[in-house]
């Protein structure tokens, strides 16, 4: 069992950077993928970006391709999502989530066993 919290969320203007963390509750997440997504009102949950248990591989959705970073310090037991170029439709709940499918490849929120409660990153104009 992977207990994950988020932290970081808050308003933001459009233009600005934030980065998010994930702590996991155990030194075991370092072996699981460790993915971000975002559900905005009214929107289904979707993927934003994914990295591998050892933190080589990484992958994200087109829409935040140069935008935003995906990383982990494994020592810390801590997923991060450093975001910049924030734009108003970016708003959403943040979730981290932990599984067991490789990178590239786990893009779908099926294919994660823990999830976080999620962090408000709102981006206004």
């Known amino acids: 069992q992977v207990q994950l919290v988020e932290s970081g969320g808050k308003l933001v203007q459009a233009g600005d950077s934030l980065r998010l963390s994930c702590a996991a509750s155990t030194r075991t997440s370092s072996a699981y993928t460790m993915g971000w997504f975002r559900q905005a009102p009214g929107k289904e949950r979707e993927f934003v970006a994914c990295?591998?248990?050892?933190?080589?591989?990484?992958d994200y959705a087109d829409f935040v391709k140069g935008r935003f970073t995906i990383s982990r310090d494994n020592t810390k037991n801590t997923l991060y999502l450093q975001m910049t170029s924030l734009k108003p439709e970016d708003t959403a709940v943040y979730s981290c989530a932990a599984g067991i499918w490789g990178v590239p490849g786990a893009r779908s929120r099926f294919q994660y066993d823990f999830w976080g409660q999620g962090t408000q990153v709102t981006v206004s104009s």
């Open positions: 990295i591998s248990s050892s933190g080589i591989t990484t």
